[in-house]
């Protein structure tokens, strides 16, 4: 038994990445769970509109972090900043008793905002927007969509993919006469449409099942979804070209789901987490995929609203896409490689 | 003279401070059967890999159909690699539809020792017909020029009978063949051999070229275990089959005075081609 014990430990100590798990990823989740599991919300943006704002954002509370005062914008500017994300909170006082609007996409800010709205008894009447029961399942149905893209794209994928060079077939395909680009190209394709054909199961369910809605345009969500699940899809191929086993594969991409799931904002909100956790929430794909996915669904917004995550997710695309198709190609003609190499030198 | 279809010369290949392959040149003509002989780890495999274009030398010269390695020039090859490069998950049909598609060749026939598995899926077929499977892959695009692996690794003798059958043909057909292997008795199929070892080509020409530059005495004795350790000691190289003792490329007078006065016949025998492979490994190393 101790020679079983020793060898194992032998096997662990050379393998790094499964150490990296045992030992870093512990530490990791320790420490962004510490502060980013955190369903309460410190401070809300508000902005208060009408007449009586000067006086209202003097007398809200401390929670709210008054960003504007504008005595002449009108409700319909108020409804505008909130189907734009442009803030949490509006407090109207152009109606009597003022009107406190409030995002139900964001679901913990909306549950602190009312609360303490709540504690200021009549004084403001309360209006929850996009989500007027604040149901989880409308906010996180959106959400899981990401989720389910970034499972297909980068663990289904690289595991397809992985497969392939362990089995010795990618070579073969180096040897074929074809394309780099071909093989990329046929590669990937089937988990796009994969998983695009899993992204429309789970919106019509998610909407039939929880009664979702969809306020926004299709395309425009569609658009977004194509884009994202080039980013996934991009990582997914990156994991396999650093990856010689299946097993190998996975880890990566455990590595690589569980903080996009901790710190994308679709259970913690980022709003809650302290700065630095909440910036590497922002390097992350499914962060800006979840601000488009609910903000299409619940806020039916438009491009006009969600371009930075569009633009955001459309860098990284290209970024990542280029990356793992440029790294994918040098496995595949690696002489081509050499040779292009060779002139530049 | 016709260009050849491979040709190398001084191919070198390092990883890092370790050179796989060192200074090596080759040549394939069409219609010949050139045989790449090395232990595990010889270089061979690398060699290859770099004749294809899967991997660019360190150092040399290197030309496929007359131009380097590229997609135009591996078009014209089929190749069986050590691993197959079947894919487990198709069956043996859609596996030939897939390269036939890939190369835009007719349609391969399932060959007739696969018909009874033509829609079974690769994986769950024996290690012989799988290899049936890769040659007829390889060859289903009527290539002018194989590149085999150890193309008979793990397989019955009577299925390695065929699959050679299946390279004499492909050979008088003038399809050049390059081909790596271990196995001695599959070198005696090659019209010419590279030996190589610790990447190095250390003897090159036909079988019987190389056997001639090695010396061997049979040592007939009762009490062989005796006389190989007494040779041993002495620094002759000895080898053993079953319980015949041999010395290669040793004198007589050595090998005497090495067995001392232990009673044995030493007669001088041709050497075989394992024999004339282990002298030249010992002399280049």
Known sequence: ?345 | MAEPLIHAQDVTRRFGDFTAVDGVSISVAAGEIVGLLGANGAGKTTLIRMILGLLPPSDGALALFGAPPSREGRARLGYVPQGLGLWDDLTVAENLAFVDQAFGSRATAVPDALAGSRDGLVGGIGLGRQRQLAFAAALGHGPELLVLDEPTSGVDPLSRARLWDTVHESAEQGVGVLVTTHYMQEAEQCDRLVLMSQGRAVGEGQLADIVAGTTALAVRTERWQDAFEALDRAGVLVMLSGTHVRAVDADEVRVRAALGGLAAEVEPVGATLEEAMVARERSAG
């Open chain 1, 1 to 345: 038994m101790k020679a079983m014990i020793l060898k194992e430990f032998r096997e662990l100590r050379r393998d790094k990445r499964t150490m990296a798990m045992l030992i870093v990823l512990p530490i990791v989740l320790l420490t962004i769970f510490g502060y980013a599991a955190n369903f309460t919300v410190d401070t809300i943006p508000t902005r208060v509109i009408g007449p009586g704002a000067e006086q209202a954002a003097a007398n809200a509370p401390e929670l709210f972090d008054i960003g504007e005062v504008d005595a002449e914008a009108t409700t319909d500017d108020a409804l505008a900043w909130m189907t734009d994300n442009a803030t949490e909170v509006v407090i109207d006082t152009t109606t009597q008793p003022p009107t406190a609007y409030v995002d139900g996409a964001s679901l913990f800010t909306a549950q602190s905002a009312s609360a303490a709205f709540g504690r200021m008894g009549d004084q403001v009447e309360v209006d929850i927007l996009f989500n007027p029961d604040l149901e989880t399942s409308w906010v996180m149905v959106p959400a899981l969509i990401g989720l389910i893209l970034t499972f297909i794209g980068t663990i289904i994928t690289s595991i397809g993919l992985v497969k392939e060079r362990q089995s010795g077939t990618l070579e073969q395909l180096a040897v074929m006469p074809l394309k780099p680009a071909d093989v990329i190209i046929g590669k990937i394709a089937p988990y796009f449409l994969l998983a695009s054909f899993d992204m429309l199961v789970v919106t019509f369910l998610g909407v039939w099942i929880f009664d979702v809605p969809f306020n926004g345009s299709p395309w425009l969500f569609a658009i977004g979804a194509g884009i994202f699940l080039f980013v996934v899809l991009g990582i997914g191929v990156l994991i396999s070209t650093v990856s010689q086993t299946q097993a190998q594969a996975i880890q990566l991409a455990i590595m690589l789901l569980l903080p996009q799931i901790l710190l994308s904002g679709f259970i913690f909100p980022l709003d809650a987490m302290p700065t630095a956790i909440a910036a590497i929430g922002r390097c992350l794909p499914l962060t800006y995929f979840v601000e488009i996915a609910q903000g299409i669904f619940l806020r039916g917004a438009g491009l006009d609203a969600l371009w930075v995550p569009y633009a955001v997710l459309t860098g990284m695309a290209l970024l990542v896409f280029t990356a793992a198709v440029l790294r994918f190609r040098r496995d595949l003609a690696p002489s081509a490689h050499h040779r292009a190499k060779s002139k530049a030198a």
